[in-house]
């Protein structure tokens, strides 16, 4: 497996949810934690995860993963282990008390790559050292992507 490929995969995995977001705007737009505020006073995620969102970039991961050789079932893991690393985030940003679209680097990033790539690791040899330079690109290209979204799209312009 190329090194571009599993990039592209992260971004599809990762990016879904943001796009879906533009297209169907509060369509559909249920928050995953219902909404539900912790003894902080902060919501468990926040109302831009939704269900919406977690099952569009499972979907779609899964169906782009087989133009790179996954099965659907591979896919769709990797899609999950995305947002599982993306729901993580937001919960550590959330008991920060950062509000919803709060772009926190790193935190934003490591998680919502590493937590997949770890998977396909699981399913084949995949060298560290390829892991540290796929995340490294994916974290960099994720904040130039964040900053020209948020640019032409401030609306959208959240986590």
Same mark, same amino acid.
């Given at each position: 497996?190329?090194? *571009? ?6 971004? @599809? $995995?990762?990016?879904?949810? @943001?796009?879906? $977001?533009?297209?169907?705007?509060? /369509?559909?737009? +249920? ?5 539900? /505020? ?12 939704? *269900? ?5 970039? *499972?979907?779609?991961? &899964? ?7 996954f099965s659907l079932i591979t896919g769709a893991l990797f899609g999950f282990w995305a947002? @599982?690393?993306?729901?993580?985030? =937001?919960?550590?940003? %959330?008991?920060? #008390?950062?509000? $919803?679209? &709060?772009? @926190?680097p790193g935190l934003d990033h490591i998680p919502e790559a590493f937590f997949p790539l ?27 992507? +964040? !900053?020209? +979204? #948020? /640019?032409? !799209?401030? /609306?959208?312009? =959240? %986590?």
């Amino acid at each position: 497996m190329d090194l *571009i490929s599993l990039l592209l995969l992260l971004l @599809v $995995a990762n990016g879904t949810p @943001v796009i879906t $977001a533009f297209l169907l705007k509060d /369509r559909f737009n +249920w928050p995953l934690d219902g909404r539900l /505020r912790l003894p902080d006073g902060n919501p468990l995620f926040g109302s831009s995860k939704t *269900i919406r969102g977690i099952a569009a970039a *499972i979907l779609t991961t &899964a169906l782009i993963a087989l133009l790179f050789g996954f099965s659907l079932i591979t896919g769709a893991l990797f899609g999950f282990w995305a947002m @599982v690393g993306d729901l993580v985030s =937001s919960f550590i940003k %959330r008991r920060f #008390g950062l509000p $919803a679209g &709060a772009n @926190v680097p790193g935190l934003d990033h490591i998680p919502e790559a590493f937590f997949p790539l770890c998977f396909l690791r699981s399913q084949m040899t995949i060298p560290w050292l390829d892991l540290a330079v796929i995340l490294l690109a994916f974290a960099l290209l994720d904040l130039f992507l +964040w !900053y020209l +979204w #948020g /640019r032409l !799209y401030p /609306r959208f312009h =959240s %986590r």
